[in-house]
Nanobody, 123 residues
């Protein structure tokens, strides 16, 4: 499966942004989908993940209550709605897909990765 992330850009603190990740090549429905980010000078970290049917979602503590992950399997697309953005959210955001996942927060569980989209939050 090929993944294409989009929707990044420059926003001000407190603004909202919605990222999209379109899957092609295969349907996205069999995959657990995740969003990861890598900020300047930082290691890539887990942000959010969603189960195959969308019934379960997972978030890193720093985005709980601000970000929402969702998916539309009919459109093979996963979204990350980012609200109340902060400068520390500045990063390249990558979407990823995994067929079998033991721990959704572990990036090593994900076999497929998109190229990333840059989000910059100005203060």
């Amino acid at each position: 499966v090929q993944l294409q992330a989009s929707g990044g850009g420059l926003v001000q603190t407190g603004d909202s942004l919605r990222l999209s990740c379109a899957a092609s090549g295969r349907a996205s429905s069999p995959y657990v989908m995740g969003w990861f980010r890598q900020g300047p000078g930082k290691e890539r970290e887990f942000v959010a993940a969603i189960s195959r049917t969308g019934g379960n979602t997972y978030y890193v503590d720093s985005v709980k209550g601000r970000f929402t992950i969702s998916r539309d399997n009919a459109k093979n697309t996963v979204f990350l709605q980012m609200n109340i953005t902060k400068p520390e959210d500045t990063a390249v955001y990558h979407c990823a897909a995994a067929l079998l996942v033991g721990e959704v927060r572990n990036q090593r569980e994900y076999a497929y990765w998109g190229q990333g989209t840059l989000v910059t939050v100005s203060s």
